[in-house]
């Protein structure tokens, strides 16, 4: 860890300075704690507000899924509040996506009793509900292309992909080599033609949505009308994935990301791995389901992280990288580089953050991070360059 350099605040106001050329000042501006007392164990900053927009960002944690403001002067505001009717629920993960005929944001949110929420903040309504998996639902995507394709991971070893505007379950990819344990995590790649996911079972597995049989699918979940005819919508059921491999790591993988055509994945064993299905010099497009070759380009290294469901999070642009660990430290990496191996490490770190950070939120343009942490906390930190 010689390559990492620690940034220790003592207090909220104190500015910790980097040594660097570029001259950039790291600030813990925030610290909250919500009453419920339990882990938090997601964090979504919306990524999709417009110009002049108050930037928000939700968390989960018990049975609750909070949304607050993030204020010009570095603090943060509670906006509200949704508490679900049992006590029961534990909400494990949310995503922001919009309405595409009037443009309003929604939250969905998904946890322990596997059924997936659309909460509306401009209405304060849980507008829409799904029901499907067979357990609990461990993360939600959204499609980067389609506002209204919802993905979902679940403990019942499936992904489903819901259509959030004609209510239909387009595809559920999982079966004969799907996944043999939970699926943790799962990611659509900036193209919106591959998902990636990952799970208990210490495989990765790349699904290709750009198939002529989930195009249609996807297409007839828009025009499909239930009151025209008796037949029910004909969900895909993707029984294998177009690669998969168990070779990067031995233990749980319980978060995954794409970048670019590369993938950035993480177990229990102190490393995030940046790699590529096939060979390096192989085009994405000519990898087979039964070619076993991956390529690892680079380890982003971190310690005393060896507990599972830690997520990373990356910016919009893919050019930061942040992960926390087991006892409050948050390690941040510029990968806006053209080779990994020189990507610099920064760990941020205070004196009262000392629980384990589920994890982290980058804001689009990657100056805003916030972590969410098992003792209820949330913190923003911000980059500031001079």
Known sequence: ????EEIV????????????????DTTCSNEDIEDHGQPLFGVQIN???????????ATVGSNRAS???LLDDGNIRLLQAYTDSSADENFYTCAWSYLDTTGEQILAIAGMKGIVRLINPASCTNIKNYVGHGSSINELKWHPKDSNLLLSASKDHCLRLWNTKTDQLVAIFGGVEGHRDEVLSTDIDLTGSRIISC?????????????DGLRTAMQDSYTYNPSKTDRAFKTVHQHFPDFSTREIHRNYVDCVRWLGNFVLSKSCDNRIVCWKPGRLDQPLDAVRRT?????????????????????????????VLAMGNQYGKTFVWDIDIDDPANA?????????CVSAVRQTSLS???????CVCDDSTVWRWEKVTR
């Not at 070619?291 to 050019?319: A, G, T």
């Not at 610099?344 to 009262?352: A, D, F, G, Q, V």
């Not at 689009?364 to 916030?370: A, C, E, P, R, S």
Request: aromatic share 10%.
């Open 47 to 57: 990524q999709h507000e417009k110009p002049g927009d108050p930037v928000v960002f």
């Open 1 to 4: 860890m010689s390559d990492c």
């Open 364 to 370: 689009k343009n990657g100056k805003t991070l916030i």
């Open 67 to 69: 949304i607050y403001q």
């Open 199 to 211: 799970g208990m079972d210490h495989s990765l597995k790349v699904w290709r949505l750009d198939t």
């Open 291 to 319: 070619d076993n070759n991956v390529s690892v380009l680079h380890r982003f290294e971190y310690n005393q992280c060896d507990i599972w469901y830690m997520r990373f999070s990356i910016d919009l642009w893919q050019k």
């Open 344 to 352: 610099r490490c920064t760990i941020l770190k205070h004196n009262k």
């Open 9 to 24: 605040l003592q207090n909220f106001t104190k500015k910790a300075k980097l040594i660097h050329e570029n001259s950039e």
